[in-house]
């Protein structure tokens, strides 16, 4: 769950950019024929935007939603991008209003589920409060670009991509260097130290270049994952 919040956290920080934070507004978003509600506690951390989350499932279907929230944005005054100029950062559709007077980014992802219902996942990204990321102690394969990072309570996420080459050296060098480090490969791309474990995930994307994941938690001494655990 942690890892599905510092990802969508991640894109709900970059759906937009504002200059300074004033005080928060009371937006509140209506989702047409909600079935369920879960309101996650706190603030993620994504590149230094502190971002509240907030997930819901409708039975409505994906365009009304989107509509909905659009009319909603603009109901409240909000800033609201053509849909042509709306940042589409994943595979699955989001929409990104700006409350320019508070300067706070509001962002509804919607990903539709095989029952036929649409999670909404609803994020407000206070911009203007974005301070320098904190460093997770994790290195960049060389030539990484787009570093990404996030930090929810107990871990940290580094994202980034590497453009030339392949899934096996980029293995090869997070091996070499956690080993370095410390660190016992228990399970495939799975690294644990006396006090933390480092999960990789690698993917080659369409596009070409090689998508890098990575969590590092704090974990006990005697909390060692092995198959089958």
Known sequence: ?????????LVLALA?????????ANFTWDIPKT???????GQVDAN????????????EKPQVILQSVVDRFQSWGFSVQEAYKQPQLLREPMVTGLDTRNFISYTAILQVNPDGTTTVFLGQANLGAAKAPQPAGLPVFPGGS???TAATEGSRTVSYSVAGKTVTEVEAFYREVLTQAGFKE?????????????SLN?????????????????????DDIRPGK
């Open 1 to 9: 769950m942690k890892r599905l919040i510092a990802r969508w956290s």
């Open 16 to 24: 937009g950019a504002a200059p300074a934070w004033a005080q928060r």
């Open 35 to 41: 079935v369920s509600v879960v309101d996650v506690p």
């Open 48 to 59: 230094g935007v502190p971002v509240k989350l907030l997930a819901v499932r409708s039975k």
């Open 146 to 148: 787009g570093v990404l």
């Open 186 to 198: 228990i399970q495939p791309r799975v690294f644990k130290s006396s006090t933390e474990e480092v």
């Open 202 to 222: 690698v993917a080659v994307t369409k596009d070409g270049p090689v998508a890098v994941r990575l969590v590092r938690r704090a974990v006990a001494a005697d």
